[in-house]
């Protein structure tokens, strides 16, 4: 026998099976038990002798064509395999159990389209029976058809709750579908199941750590950015106000806008982990009263039905190092259109985008490469993607190589999301080599409060966002620069040229 270990994987399952059924008190029972106890000890013969006359008549007969098969594939005779294991789907009266341990093995061959048929007729035998779901979800996400998989699997998870695998398995389909939320919670649920269960740990960690920037902790602790967004709600908010927060996060700027009198704040977070945080926060500061937090993306909510009526005053803080790569204009476009009064006060009032190409060995090495041990490897920045890298100039020796200069202004109380081009003129302080541009913003939270992330400013936690140059330019002292920068109300990209 050179397949012994399938035996020996699937019989504890078999008994299993007939155990919870009963089948052993069915005529043909006590040979069945025999055959198993023969298998179990490596006595294929003996066990073969008992199984062949159950085979045709027998009320076990899709039990004996089983353990046929199990033998047949134990001894290297797939086909005989595969006949005996098509012999129990096309039977009339095989049962759940041993239709599910059919299909299981079909998976196990990667036989995916007779897995789904032996899982169909079970499914039939027993409709509410959530195994024969969970399996031919599994199959169909093999398979690639995520609808599939994701509709049995829901249904296995509604048939039998307390089913981890089912709710691990929607999971990994959440994930893989871009539900990241979905996600979070079946694997949740399954943790919740098996709470000692460490890859399950480890899958509900690594989801989580997948849509909630490690960043926040950073952001929150970020005393300039408090002080300054604290100071615009107070001097904005007024008894009565209704304050629309748009991605909330983890509730501060809506807390700060209800310690300021506003009569209630309604705050929205994408992020289900992030809302429900929120949620948690906001109670545990005594606000559940003044604060309600949506779990909805700000372009989904309806006024009359997640707002009582359109907000006097739009908080947010949707802002990465480069400003726009969170979707601010296209977010606060909609927001004055369906979601704010007339004249409403927006915090930030706006923002401006300054450039400088500086000089950064360091920096110039982590994205751009030109050879390797001794081989040139140029070709591999083409694939560099035209991103700039958030970090801190101050953790690196760069230079500044000509004055910064203003790229674009926003008014988020008018602009919307359109393209736009500008082309600047610097001229360098100082000979260098140009291995980078930064960027960085000043956001105007009202006409008298601002906060500026620049690499000689006190430092933020939005630090600097560094757009490496692929081929280092050489600047001459007094000999101008053209850089050309565009965006699409989403992400801006820079160029420079001699």
């Known amino acids: 026998m050179s397949n012994q270990p399938l035996i020996a994987r699937y019989l504890p399952r078999v008994r299993a099976a007939i155990e919870s059924g009963e089948q052993l008190r069915l005529p043909g029972g006590k040979a069945i038990a025999q055959s198993l106890n023969f298998l179990e000890q490596g006595y294929i013969r003996q066990a073969t002798q008992e ?3 159950l085979l045709d008549g027998s009320p076990l007969s899709d039990l004996a064509h089983f353990l046929m098969a199990l033998i047949f594939e134990a001894d290297n ?28 093995l079909y998976a196990d061959w990667k036989i995916p389209d007779e897995g789904r048929a032996a899982y169909d007729r079970a499914i039939k035998r027993a409709p509410h029976a959530s195994h024969a779901f969970l399996r031919r979800g599994q199959l169909s996400s093999a398979a690639g058809d995520v609808t599939a998989a994701i509709s049995d699997l829901e249904r296995a998870t509604m048939l039998q709750a307390g089913l981890a695998d089912a709710h691990m398995a929607l999971g990994h389909e959440y994930r893989d579908a871009s539900m990241p939320n979905a996600a979070i919670a079946s694997y949740r649920k399954a943790l919740a ?24 902790s950073a952001m929150l602790n970020d005393s300039r950015r408090n002080d300054v967004y604290d100071t ?13 927060d748009i991605g909330t996060g983890t509730g501060l700027l809506a807390m700060m806008a209800a310690r300021a009198g506003a009569e209630h704040v309604t705050a929205c977070e994408s992020l289900g982990a992030l809302a429900d945080l929120a949620r948690k926060i906001v109670a ?38 480069g400003l726009l790569n969170e979707n601010i204009l296209e977010t606060t476009a909609d ?12 915090i930030p009032g706006g923002a401006a985008v300054f450039a400088m190409p500086i000089e950064c060995a360091a920096i110039a090495s982590e994205r751009h490469v030109s050879e390797a041990a001794g081989f040139s490897v140029a070709p591999f920045n083409a694939l560099t993607p035209q991103h700039y890298l958030q ?13 910064p200069a203003e790229l674009f202004r926003f008014d988020f109380a008018r602009d919307k999301a359109n393209y736009a081009e500008t082309t ?39 630090q600097q966002a560094v757009f490496a140059i692929n081929t280092p330019i050489e600047l001459k002292i007094n000999e101008p620069v053209i850089l050309t920068a565009r965006h699409n109300g989403r992400k801006i990209i820079v160029d420079l040229k001699a």
């Not at 615009?232 to 629309?244: D, E, Q, T």
């Open 391 to 403: 970090t801190a100039l101050g953790h690196y020796d760069w230079r500044p190589l000509a004055p």
């Open 193 to 216: 199941i098996e709470p000692d269960n460490l890859d399950f740990a480890i899958l509900l960690d690594t989801a989580i750590a997948s849509v909630i920037p490690p960043w926040h």
């Open 424 to 462: 600047l003129r610097f001229t360098p302080l100082q000979d260098g080599t140009a291995n980078a541009i930064a960027l960085w913003f000043s956001l105007f939270l009202d006409n008298e409060t601002n906060i500026a992330t620049g690499p000689m400013d006190p430092p933020t936690h939005w």
């Open 284 to 321: 545990l500061n005594g606000l559940a009263n003044r604060i309600t937090i949506i779990h909805k993306h700000s372009m989904d909510l309806v006024i009359g039905r997640d707002l009582p009526r359109p907000a006097d005053i739009l908080i947010t803080e949707i802002f990465d190092a």
């Open 335 to 346: 927001a004055r259109a369906r979601l704010l009064t007339p004249t409403p006060l927006i």
């Open 77 to 104: 005779d797939r086909d005989l395999s595969v006949a005996a294991l098509a012999t129990i789907v096309s039977a009339d009266d095989s049962s759940y159990d041993i239709l599910c341990l059919t299909g299981d």
């Open 232 to 244: 615009a709600i107070r001097r904005a908010v007024k008894p009565g106000s209704h304050v629309l």
């Open 51 to 53: 199984i062949l006359p």
